[in-house]
């Protein structure tokens, strides 16, 4: 398993490579849908791998209490418990104990929390969080960390740094299979203690290294400046992922940062909601403007949905309640995703990443 990097892009730090798993090649920069729970919602595996997706995300805290360790063990592991044969990244669970859980406490051993389904009392550590990752098979796992809200006080990042490096540290040594294990690079919105951080968790060394902790609260230029400044402090030579942020102009700033992985829950949660994403920004295909609009979504567009359906005919659905207007829209979504940042990887390889970008935004300004 390795990293291998094509080509850096002459007029900034985006860059292009290869990134070899257990269970196949990821090509970067590239967008990881989220399978929060074995399953990208509403979408089948196979219109997935139609939309170009090679890796997708699930989460340790959502298995962990659903369906459970000895459900998925039985079945042969994630992969083909879900019936998925391409690449799994699994996040340890760390930000849905901080966003999801209840009468949750913070200790150096690990994170005991209650249960937000069933109000089960649990602990977890940075031990059992990667054996229980080492049971799902994921071809690459996350160490279990502690995700800091916006705004916090520096004297509480700080604290809360030292218990991430320890856990970091400790997850390492909890390895014992091919699996690759990212670092997470915290710090809140503290440049200093970011590079505090940078310092403490490529010393640890890992396979790849993570931007935590951002999208949790603060603008969108801290979100940037806290991106731009840390991925500098990151080695060239592994893959560098960027946690949760995902609308499309976050991910074109990114990669021209020097970014190559990114997931996030935008385009299927918007597009269950009827919010479309296309070239030249968002449309809501619930409004009356598209009712006779035989158009489809995006004329460009290579997906199932935009291949045969209208902006009328999904505007119907949604305006019926038809599970289908939801998953036409989430599907035409994630290929809208996927194409997007495989665009800007060909971009690089051919040193247009510059005229790409500026041809993006100039798009962007036009409103539907």
Known sequence: MSFILERKDPTSR?????????????????????????????????????????IILGN????????????????????KFMGWGRPILTDSGGFQIFSLSVNKKIKK????????????????????????????????????DECVSYPATRDYVEESLEITHDWAARSKKAVT??????????????????????????????????????AVGEPNEIIHEVT???????????????????TPEDMVKAIGAGIDMFDCVVPTRNGRNGQAFVWEGELQVR?????????????????????????????????????????????????FYVTLVKQIRQSILENRFDEFKKRFFERRKKMM
């Open 228 to 246: 731009s400044y840390t991925t500098d402090l990151l080695p060239e030579n592994k893959p560098r992922y960027l946690m949760g942020v995902g």
């Open 287 to 335: 409004n009356a403007a598209f009712k006779n609009d035989l158009k489809p979504i995006d004329e460009t567009c290579s997906c199932y949905t935009c291949r045969n359906h209208s902006r009328s005919y999904i505007r119907h659905l949604f305006n019926t309640d038809e599970l289908l207007g939801l998953r036409l829209v989430s599907l035409h979504n994630i290929h």
């Open 109 to 144: 051993g690990g994170f005991e929390f209650q249960s937000h389904l069933d109000g089960s009392r649990h602990f977890l550590t940075p031990e059992t969080v990667v054996e229980f990752q080492t049971l799902l098979g994921s071809d690459i796992m996350m160490p279990l």
């Open 177 to 214: 299979t091919q699996q690759l294990l990212f670092g997470i690079v915290q710090g809140g919105s503290y440049l200093d203690l970011r590079k505090r951080s940078a310092e403490v968790i490529t010393g640890i060394g890992f396979d790849g290294y993570a931007i935590g902790g951002v």
């Open 60 to 79: 340790a805290y959502h298995l962990y209490l659903r369906p459970g360790a000895e459900v998925i063990k039985n079945a042969g592991g994630l992969h």
């Open 14 to 54: 985006a860059r292009a490579g290869v990134l070899k798993t257990l269970h196949g090649e990821i090509h970067t920069p590239i967008f990881m849908p989220v399978g929060t729970q074995a399953t990208v919602k509403a979408l089948t595996n196979e219109e997935l791998i139609t939309s170009g997706a090679e």
